[in-house]
Nanobody, 121 residues
Framework: QVQLVESGGGLVQAGGSLRLSCAAS?????MGWFRQAPGKEREFVAA????????NYADSVKGRFTISRDNAKNTLYLQMDSLKPEDTAVYYC?????????????????WGQGTQVTVSS
């Protein structure tokens, strides 16, 4: 069983930046970030392979968000720049056994509790 704990969420003005972190209790393979806004389904944001060589981004965040990981610390990061009000959501960290940077919810079997990100206009 792997436990994931997110941190770094908060309130920021449009155009600002936030850095999310996700601490894993054990070594993991593929990891990713998803988000869920009120009244909407959970959606893919970004994913990264175990080595970090492969990354995958949703079109809505490409060029603004950067996913990275530090395997020595079992920690996943999401650097979010040029934030927009539509980025407001609860952001979830996820981990799974796949070796690539998958975007499918069903490929992740461990999930964090989520951290709120609110972007004001």
């Amino acid at each position: 069983q792997v436990q994931l704990v997110e941190s770094g969420g908060g309130l920021v003005q449009a155009g600002g930046s936030l850095r999310l972190s996700c601490a894993a209790s054990a070594r993991t393979s593929s990891m990713g970030w998803f988000r869920q806004a009120p009244g909407k389904e959970r959606e893919f944001v970004a994913a990264i392979s175990w080595s970090g060589a492969l990354t995958n981004y949703a079109d809505s965040v490409k060029g603004r968000f950067t996913i990275s990981r530090d395997n020595a610390k079992n920690t996943l990061y999401l650097q979010m720049d040029s934030l927009k009000p539509e980025d407001t959501a609860v952001y979830y960290c996820a981990a799974g056994p796949m070796t690539g940077a998958t975007s499918r919810v069903q490929d992740f079997n461990y999930w964090g509790q989520g951290t709120q990100v609110t972007v004001s206009s």
